[in-house]
């Protein structure tokens, strides 16, 4: 069994294909969905894929940090009444991305900083989103560590030492595509990270494993990442795919 921790599959990208690719993944036995948030605007298209697949898709509810624009309170104050009125597993995805637009800096801070304490509130794990940004992120995360902060760093393309630091915040590292690109790096440090430390994830339609990398990614491709990460250890997959279920069951306590 494998778990997906961070896809999108409410995308339009799936808009015509979205039962077929549901069932590419079933078949590969994958069966657990955590899916992130973008902004409001994406609201309706999460509930609805749960409402279709109850016993598979987990939600979570945030404000990406490329949706913190001038009406950040508004989006922020949406996220919020969503949580009086029912569950999630995750405050995500939320953090700072700094590729797209430098100039809104100060305020993804602070809307990253009060998603933190809000998921802190309901006692829940934070997925983050860091975009040539490590510095920044760690720098709020200094702020409000303590034994209430955990979650996942998702997407982790950063240096072994920004490894060990997202651990030392009570951090899973998000591991998917990448691990399989020629470029990406993390393949030559992961061995020196136990698996106790990572989770599978797609970020589905992005960032697509090799060799379909460019194209548009699906959950059912997190089988080339444990497969890669099989190679790395030099363990089974089904023991890739048991470890990482089971952090990934720690983090969002299902």
């Not at 490329?66 to 597993?89: G, P, W």
């Not at 490590?134 to 034994?147: A, G, P």
């Not at 990270?193 to 060799?211: C, F, G, M, R």
Request: some cysteine; hydrophobic content about 40%.
């Amino acid at each position: 069994m494998l778990t997906d921790t961070h896809t999108h599959l409410y995308s339009d990208a799936f808009a015509e294909d979205r039962p077929q690719i549901m069932q590419r993944a079933f078949d590969l036995g994958i069966t657990r969905f955590f899916i992130p948030a973008i902004d409001s605007g994406y609201t309706e298209a999460m509930y609805a894929l749960e409402k279709e697949y109850p016993q598979n898709v987990f939600l979570m509810m945030g404000l990406h940090p490329t949706s913190v624009k001038e009406n950040f309170e508004e989006e922020l104050a949406h996220v919020e009444d969503q949580f009086i009125k029912r569950n999630f597993y995750a405050v995500g995805e939320i953090g700072i991305d700094l590729y797209w637009d430098k100039s809104t800096l100060e305020i993804q801070k602070i809307a990253f900083k009060r998603q933190i304490q809000l998921a802190k509130k309901y006692k829940l794990p934070i997925v983050i989103h860091c975009r040539n940004a490590f510095d920044e992120i760690f720098e709020v995360l200094e702020t409000e560590k303590n034994d209430d902060l955990f979650g996942i760093f998702h997407c982790f393309t950063g240096t072994f030492e920004q490894a060990e630091r997202a651990i030392s915040y009570n951090m899973k590292l998000g591991i998917g595509g990448v691990v399989t690109f020629k470029n990406g790096k993390i393949d030559t440090f992961l061995t020196e990270i136990p698996l106790k430390h990572i989770v599978l994830e797609t970020d589905s339609p992005y960032l697509a494993p090799a060799p379909f990398r460019g194209k548009r990614n699906e959950s059912s491709y997190l089988a080339l990442v444990c497969k890669k990460l099989s190679e790395i250890y030099n363990i089974s997959e089904e023991e890739i795919g048991r470890i990482t279920t089971e952090n990934s069951k720690i983090v969002f306590g299902i």
